[in-house]
């Protein structure tokens, strides 16, 4: 054991002054979870110094002190036991120091809160020492106090009765963990509907003749009050609804009322819930306002609040499944049968929607899916990050309902699932609002700043001193999924039989392969492993900006689109530069071998905008291949997996983003349609169906898909099958349009901003206006208009068109003849021949 351990803590108190110690500025200290069990209150947190690295055993030690609010009473030391947490790392988000053996667990045992039999009632605050070495000669003591963590019992740590009527309640104040022990004077144990109202039921330590239930309304400062009755030292009061509806209340959103026993002396009490007999808080509908319910709510202190609210979810039993969790409850009012339980990404446009089972008396069963379908009909893991979960109408028409945690079953959480490798956790925050936190597939100790930074400094420069593996890595907008280019560089490959092994980089487990390809997570050792060891990397975006091509490999930069919009540094748009993207793509060029060319008019473009010396091959893309040799059997089988009608004629609506039109919380970018979706459902829902391809960088939710015309086809894996169904295609700016016209089919292009794109934002490679090869529509109503008229006319391309869509082919889609993919194949494992 090293000598901190051994020999100095169990003789190093910590401060033995009465008065609060002063926080060190430069450790974090935090409580991530709280649970009882047999011995105490178990609390597991950390302590982390700045600028010091913790992660071998026994370089840091924490010691937890308890001083009672009455300073005569001795302070209660709780040695700790260190804990390994690479999650302590990685939540640091540095690359510096190691703190993997930060953490701790301490358990506060009831029975050292005594003293000669009696209870120590009162507050207890917790200060925290932290002992470590920085060097050999030196101990250091830092001090502070346990934070609160951001969702969970460590956010919001439970009590237990730790008597027959004294109860422990953790609790922060301040920012700072603390403990109470109290004896409440008035507990509330029974509430049941009684005719016009509820009867409650309780102990009370002191209730004299004329004691009232005193009920203070926040939103007017109305007060109610009914008389109670008491036999010993239990009391009894009856509840009347009507109060809560009279006089224009009980319509709001939320409202509160306050409750405390008021005696004739004019003392008050608040009421404690005591549910070791049963259930107590629960929610009650009220008869004169629908869909409102008088909430008998547990608070995180223990107390009673009574509110006034839509009917919630209220769950009060949890159960893991394989490939999800069952959740069992009570939402009262008639529109509990018309529910669905929906998941929605806290910072992406993903939500997810299941029906739920109800019966009459408003119980319902859910199941909290792990899983996510795509628009293309395959189950994924959900997306990393926090989903929150509410019950809403199955019609979309109406004020979603959360999922909260009834007393009885928070004990349950976190519960904890896997699908795809990843786990997914069922959480809560502001102590019962249910939650889903779907992690990361790389666990703490990966994906932390401090072993990345090992990985990209130390890891991948000796792996590239390893001999070359005869190996692909395939990377399609780092890890998104089995598309663009590099899909068809691979299908290429496989059809020829090469010797090769297959990797695929998969970011977050969002991506199904075929058989033969092995997936790579993205920041992954193996994944750092891949980038230094395989013969060849084709990708169809970056490459990291650590990335040195070692002798004996090729890189090809196969790029994801041809030239309308802009790029690189042709684009006069600070964005870019502000960024810093215009240096990292001046630090990357230099390691390609060679960069793909859809066409001679696209290659000097491509060479002035990203800088680039080297080798161009002017191949076409390969993902075009598809779409030069698209078959009806192909076609039919997409239009299958999207769930297409028979009949029904396919536009679709690729818009591109736009970098003034950045989301508030700075994640992505905002969904701006700009199209009147309903007057498209009313003049082409009949024949028609819409599909909509937002870019990838937009975050927003696409609102009323799913309804049969619309389908949000924002996660649909790879875009060149939907270019292959669809009978029309209308963009804005995108260099999807060089795709389609591969297929000789209709587009329009929706160009609202026009001007403002053209002169402000990015600015044409080319005189955009009289060469596009589809009418310039800058209304939705005149769009509209024009696809009705299409479909009604039967004709192969807009009036007037033809010439102009001959010229731009011409022009942009002469190589795309279905052999883009063997040129690219054959040129680039010639180039490995000759690296070898």
Not at 107 to 119: I, N, T, Y
Not at 469 to 490: I, K, M, N, T
Not at 683 to 709: K, M, N, Q, T
Not at 805 to 810: L, P, V
Request: glycine share 8%; net charge negative.
């Amino acid at each position: 054991m090293p000598v901190l351990t051994r020999f100095v803590l169990p003789h190093a108190s910590p401060r033995v002054s009465t008065d609060r110690p002063a926080v060190d500025e430069d450790v974090a200290f935090g409580l991530l979870r709280a649970r009882w069990h047999a011995r105490g209150l178990e609390l597991t947190g950390f302590a982390r110094p700045q600028h010091q690295d913790t992660g071998r055993p026994g370089s840091a030690w924490t010691w937890l002190t308890l001083r009672h609010e009455d300073d005569e009473r001795p302070p209660v030391h709780l040695r700790s036991r260190p804990r390994r947490m690479p999650e302590v790392t990685d939540d640091s988000a540095q690359p510096e120091f190691n703190h993997d053996w930060s953490g701790f667990t301490a358990v506060v045992e009831p029975a050292r809160l005594r003293h000669e039999g009696h209870w120590l009632l009162g507050d207890w605050r917790i200060e925290t020492t932290l002992f470590t070495r920085p060097r050999p000669t030196r101990l250091r003591r830092q001090y502070g106090a346990l934070a609160p963590h951001w969702c969970g019992s460590g956010e919001y740590p439970p009590a237990r009765w730790v008597d027959r009527d004294v109860r422990l309640q953790p609790y922060f104040e301040d920012g700072r963990l603390g403990l109470r022990l109290e004896r409440p004077n008035a507990r509330l144990d029974h509430a049941a509907p009684a005719g016009d109202g509820l009867d409650l039921s309780g102990t009370a330590e002191a209730c004299p003749a004329g004691t009232v239930l005193r009920l203070r309304h926040r939103q007017s400062e109305a007060v109610v009050e009914h008389p109670v009755t008491r036999t010993g030292n239990t009391f009894a009061v009856h509840l009347p609804y009507r109060p809560f509806t009279e006089d224009g209340r009980g319509t709001g959103e939320l409202e509160h009322w306050d409750v405390e026993l008021a005696r004739p002396d004019g003392s008050t009490e608040q009421l404690c819930l005591d549910e070791r007999g049963g259930p107590v808080a629960g929610q009650h509908p009220l008869p004169d306002a629908p869909d409102r319910v008088l909430y008998l709510k547990h608070l995180a202190d223990g107390r009673l609040q009574v509110c006034v609210q839509p009917a919630a979810g209220y769950v009060d039993r949890i159960t893991p499944r394989a490939g999800g969790f069952e959740l069992a409850g009570h939402c009262p009012g008639a529109a509990a049968d018309r529910l669905e339980l929906v998941l929605r990404h806290g910072s992406q446009a993903c939500e997810v929607r299941t029906p739920i089972e109800t019966s009459g008396d408003g119980r319902f069963l859910a199941r909290v899916p792990a899983t996510r379908t795509g628009a293309d009909g395959v189950a994924l893991p959900l997306r990393k990050g926090v989903w929150d979960a509410s019950l809403e109408p199955a019609d979309r028409r109406g004020p979603a309902r959360p999922l909260l945690a009834a007393p009885a079953a928070l004990s349950a959480l976190p519960a904890t699932t896997t699908a795809g490798g990843k786990r997914i956790v069922l959480q809560r925050r502001w102590h019962d609002t249910l939650l889903v936190d779907s992690t990361p597939v790389l666990d703490a100790a990966e994906r932390s700043a401090w072993n990345q930074h090992r990985q990209r400094t130390e890891h991948y420069p000796a792996a590239r001193r390893e001999p070359v593996r005869e190996a692909v890595l395939y990377d399609v907008f780092g890890g998104r999924g089995y598309a663009d280019s590099p899909r068809a560089v691979h299908a290429e490959l496989a059809r020829r039989g090469e010797p090769l092994e297959h990797l695929w980089v998969v970011d977050d487990a969002q991506a199904e392969l075929p058989p033969g390809v092995t997936p790579v997570r993205i920041w992954s050792p193996e994944w750092y492993r891949a980038l230094a060891t395989c013969r060849y990397l084709v990708g169809n975006t970056h490459f990291p900006d650590f990335l040195e091509r070692r002798p004996g490999q090729v890189v090809v930069q196969t790029w994801h689109g041809s030239l309308l919009k802009r790029i690189a540094h042709d684009v006069d748009n600070p964005w870019l530069a502000d960024h810093g993207y215009l240096e990292a793509l001046d630090r990357e060029t230099p390691h390609w071998s060679l960069l793909l060319s859809p066409s001679p008019f696209a290659t000097p473009l491509l060479q002035r905008a990203f800088h680039y010396g080297g080798e161009v091959l002017e191949s076409g893309y390969p993902r075009g291949d598809v779409l030069a040799r698209a078959d009806q059997a192909t076609i039919a089988a997409v239009r299958r997996k999207l769930g297409i009608p028979d009949g029904k004629r396919i536009v679709l609506y690729a818009p591109t983003w736009r970098e003034d039109q950045q989301r508030g919380d700075g994640d992505g970018f905002r969904l701006d349609l700009k199209l009147d979706v309903e007057h498209a459902r009313r003049l082409l829902g009949e024949d028609h169906v819409l599909l909509i391809r937002p870019h990838a960088h937009v975050r927003d939710p696409l609102p009323s898909a799913g309804d049969g015309f619309l389908y949000d086809c924002g996660d649909y894996p790879d875009p060149q099958e939907l270019l292959l169904v669809a009978d029309v295609l209308v963009t804005d700016y995108s260099s999807i349009m060089f795709d389609f016209a591969i297929t000789g089919r209709p587009m329009y292009f929706f160009t609202y901003d026009l001007e403002h794109y053209r002169d402000t934002l990015r600015g044409f490679s080319f005189d955009f206006e009289p060469n596009a090869p589809g009418p310039l529509v800058p209304t939705s109503a005149e769009l509209l208009g024009a696809l009705r008229e299409l479909a009604d006319s039967g004709a192969a391309l807009p009036p007037g068109y033809a010439e102009r869509y001959r010229r731009f082919r011409a022009e942009h889609c002469a190589l795309d003849d279905g052999g883009a993919s063997a040129r690219v194949v054959d040129r680039m494992l010639e180039l490995g021949r000759q690296e070898r």
